[in-house]
C-alpha cells in the first residue's frame, strides 16, 4: 500500500533552532513531493516541490530534499522564527507519469517559542 | 487578486439533507481536486477533475458527488449517503503539467452535520 509516514507528529523548539521535519513514503517510484504548510483552521499554503529527477529544493529558509533510494524526504529549516509555527503536511504523487493525485502524511506540528 | 474562493466557510446541515459545497478559482487551472481532513490526520483526496466534463474518483468517493461544467468551478455535494459528513473540505487546483504541477488550496469549508 501506498503510504506518507511524518515523525515526529509534534515538535516544540526554542527560536533561532534549526530543525528538520522528516517524510517517509513506501515506494521509491514517485513523480513528485510537495511539502505544504497548514495554519489552524485555514488552507494548505505550497512550499516547495520536488520532482522526481530532483535531489532538492531551496526557497528561502526552506530546503527540501528527496532521497528515493531509501524513500525518504527532509524540510530543513534554518533559524526558525515564532511565526514558523505550524502544522506541516508532506504529499507524494506516486507513479511514473502525472495524475495530480496526492497522498499525504498526517502532518508534524512545529511550535516554535520565544 | 488570483486564487480559489471556498463557500461557505462554515456550514450546518441536518442529518439526511444534501449539501453542496462551492469551489471556484480564477487561476485559469485545467486541474481540480476535493479532499476531507479529519481532525488530527493528512488530506484524503474525494474527486479529482484534470479536465472540462471529466472528473475521477479519489480514495474515498462514496457519499459524494461532484460536476465540472466549467473550468473555473468544481462543486461538491454531500449526500445524506456520507456516513461521516462532519469534517474540514479543502478545494485545490493545478496546470496539471506545465508550467507547474503544484497544487494551491483554497481556505477550506468546515461542514457540521448533526
Known amino acids: 500500500k501506498q503510504e506518507v509516514t511524518q515523525i515526529p507528529a509534534a515538535l516544540s523548539v526554542p527560536e533561532g533552532e534549526n530543525l528538520v521535519l522528516n517524510c517517509s513514503f513506501t515506494?521509491?517510484?514517485?513523480?513528485?513531493l510537495q511539502w505544504f504548510r497548514q495554519d489552524p483552521g485555514k488552507g494548505l499554503t505550497s512550499l516547495l516541490l520536488?520532482?522526481?529527477?530532483?535531489r532538492e529544493q531551496t526557497s528561502g529558509r526552506l530546503n527540501a530534499s528527496l532521497d528515493k533510494s531509501s524513500g525518504r524526504s527532509t524540510l530543513y529549516i534554518a533559524a526558525s522564527q515564532p511565526g514558523d509555527s505550524a502544522t506541516y503536511l508532506c504529499?507524494?504523487?506516486?507513479?511514473?507519469?502525472?495524475?495530480?493525485?496526492?497522498?499525504f502524511g498526517q502532518g508534524t506540528t512545529l511550535q516554535v517559542k520565544p | 487578486d488570483g486564487g480559489i474562493t471556498q463557500s461557505p466557510k462554515y456550514l450546518f446541515r441536518k442529518e439526511g439533507q444534501n449539501v453542496t459545497l462551492s469551489c471556484e478559482q480564477n487561476?485559469?487551472?485545467?486541474?481540480m481536486y476535493w479532499y476531507r481532513q479529519d481532525p488530527g490526520q493528512g488530506l484524503r483526496l474525494i474527486y479529482y477533475?484534470?479536465?472540462?466534463?471529466?472528473?475521477q474518483k479519489g480514495d474515498i468517493a462514496e457519499g459524494y458527488s461532484v460536476s465540472r461544467e466549467k473550468k473555473e468551478s468544481f462543486p461538491l455535494t454531500v449526500t445524506s449517503a456520507q456516513k461521516n459528513p462532519t469534517a474540514f473540505y479543502l478545494c485545490?487546483?493545478?496546470?496539471?503539467?506545465?508550467?507547474?504541477?503544484?497544487?494551491?488550496f483554497g481556505p477550506g469549508t468546515r461542514l457540521t452535520v448533526t
Open positions: 485545490a487546483s493545478s496546470f496539471g503539467g506545465p508550467p507547474s504541477y503544484e497544487q494551491y
Open positions: 515506494d521509491s517510484a514517485i513523480y513528485n
Open positions: 520536488i520532482q522526481s529527477s530532483q
Open positions: 504529499a507524494v504523487e506516486y507513479g511514473s507519469s502525472n495524475t495530480g493525485k496526492l497522498i
Open positions: 487561476l485559469n487551472h485545467d486541474a
Open positions: 477533475s484534470q479536465i472540462v466534463n471529466d472528473f
